[in-house]
T-cell receptor
Framework: LAKTTQPISMDSYEGQEVNITCSHN???????ITWYQQFPSQGPRFIIQ???TKVTNEVASLFIPADRKSSTLSLPRVSLSDTAVYYC??????????FGDGTTLTVKP | DAMVIQNPRYQVTQFGKPVTLSCSQT?????MYWYQQKSSQAPKLLFH???????NEADTPDNFQSRRPNTSFCFLDIRSPGLGDAAMYLC??????????????FGPGTRLTVT
């Protein structure tokens, strides 16, 4: 399984764009990258998935370079309610997957 | 609403006393996962089922077992809980071939306390 590395924490202010990068140097050909948000005492919640290049949905964008050894989750105009732990997850859809250590994002007023 | 349900939400057991955690899903997903999450750590995959095919992670202790009697239900059995097994246990499902085919749907978790 690919090992993933993320920054432990990040601070931001309301209205700013936040970019969180995850390194996954040993990503396999069949692996996809997904990102999750987790609030205390809750299960993780899916944000976005991608294989390469750029993916955008209603809440975030995901940038994946050609070598796929990293990925960047971009959250536009964060609010206080975006304070949470963000995890990247690398794996195939047959069950093999590895969570990163998570990035605690703190959004300040 | 379709969802992943975990019961109980909080479980207290005694050191060495077997305990079973349950997970059910109304999503009809093929894959079910069990994760262990300790305080301030990332979820750690214990094992998963792809349909009836059981896949154990190499570093999952033998103390942890799982059963999946049908598509909807999956159980985590801890045969002899130790103090180090106190954690949040998360169940998740996924549907390979679905829209966001790599999305895992998580239940709310069961917080296990070992006394």
């Amino acid at each position: 399984l690919a090992k993933t590395t993320q920054p432990i924490s990040m601070d931001s202010y309301e209205g700013q764009e936040v970019n969180i990068t995850c390194s996954h140097n040993n990503i396999a050909t069949n692996d996809y990258i997904t990102w999750y948000q987790q609030f205390p005492s809750q299960g993780p919640r899916f944000i976005i998935q991608g294989y390469k290049t750029k993916v955008t949905n209603e809440v975030a964008s995901l940038f994946i370079p050609a070598d796929r050894k990293s990925s960047t989750l971009s959250l536009p105009r964060v609010s206080l309610s975006d304070t949470a732990v963000y995890y990247c997850l690398v794996g195939d859809n047959a069950g093999k997957s590895t969570f990163g250590d998570g990035t605690t994002l703190t959004v300040k007023p | 609403d379709a969802m992943v349900i975990q019961n109980p939400r909080y479980q207290v057991t005694q050191f060495g006393k077997p305990v079973t955690l349950s997970c059910s899903q109304t999503l009809n997903h093929n894959v079910m996962y069990w994760y262990q999450q300790k305080s301030s750590q990332a979820p750690k995959l214990l094992f998963h089922y792809y349909d009836k095919d059981f896949n154990n992670e190499a570093d999952t202790p033998d103390n942890f077992q799982s059963r999946r009697p049908n598509t909807s239900f999956c159980f985590l059995d801890i045969r002899s809980p130790g103090l180090g097994d106190a954690a949040m246990y998360l169940c998740a499902t996924s549907n390979p071939g679905g829209g966001n085919s790599y999305e895992q749907y998580f239940g709310p978790g069961t917080r296990l306390t070992v006394t």
